[in-house]
């Protein structure tokens, strides 16, 4: 569905992206509360669990 979020087995409507990657309201806040962690060094690259699981569909993360 092109108006879906593109999170693993999410159903919910896209309300914006991150990193060019369409999701849903919840995994977008979810994903940028992540970030703020991980870049004030409180969270583990390993434990952006949610980041994780849309690293590959990020265009500049693709491994070649």
Known sequence: MKD???FPKC???LQGSWAMVP???D???T???ET???YIQ???YEGRENYLQIAER???SRRG
């Open 42 to 44: 409180k969270l583990t």
């Open 31 to 33: 994903i940028k509360q």
């Open 11 to 13: 159903t919910h409507k």
């Open 58 to 60: 990020i265009p500049w």
């Open 36 to 38: 703020d962690l991980y």
């Open 27 to 29: 995994h977008l806040e």
């Open 4 to 6: 879906q979020c593109n």
């Open 23 to 25: 999701l849903c309201s």
